[in-house]
């Protein structure tokens, strides 16, 4: 019971964020969605409909390099690759959706990453 109302009041919070923000091509919208097991981010052109960028650490090869991995570490790692791919279709400014998250931990490393990676928010 009180896991789905968590969930619930999450999906209200993005709903509301999402209400003020919108990406464009030329400052497309990060988007954050994070599991339990998983982080993954996509940049987004809302006015196209279309994801121009997607990084998840499931597909990632880091966890068979290192096994001292955190969930954390993995979440920087994917916001630095998603900035590498962003900068490669030229793109420099984006917008941070943090899907109703706190600005906290996983969602807080994915950020950091992009902008360690080059990207502007």
């Given at each position: 019971m009180i896991q789905v109302k968590k969930q619930l009041q999450r999906e209200k919070r993005h709903r509301r964020v999402r209400a003020k923000i919108n990406?464009?091509?030329?400052?497309?919208?990060?988007?954050?969605?994070?599991?339990?097991?998983?982080i993954y981010a996509q940049l987004i052109d809302d006015e196209k409909g279309k994801t121009l960028v997607a990084v998840t650490d499931k597909t990632l090869k880091i966890k068979s390099k290192i096994k001292e991995f955190s969930k954390i570490n993995n979440a920087l790692e994917v916001g630095k690759i998603l900035a590498?791919?962003?900068?490669?279709?030229?793109?420099?400014?984006?917008?941070?959706?943090?899907?109703?998250?706190?600005?906290?931990?996983?969602?807080?490393?994915?950020?950091?990453?992009?902008?360690q990676g080059g990207l502007k928010f």
């Open positions: 990406g464009t091509s030329k400052c497309p919208r990060l988007n954050v969605f994070r599991s339990n097991k998983y590498e791919k962003a900068i490669e279709k030229k793109i420099k400014k984006i917008v941070f959706d943090r899907g109703g998250y706190k600005y906290h931990g996983r969602v807080k490393a994915v950020a950091e990453g992009a902008r």
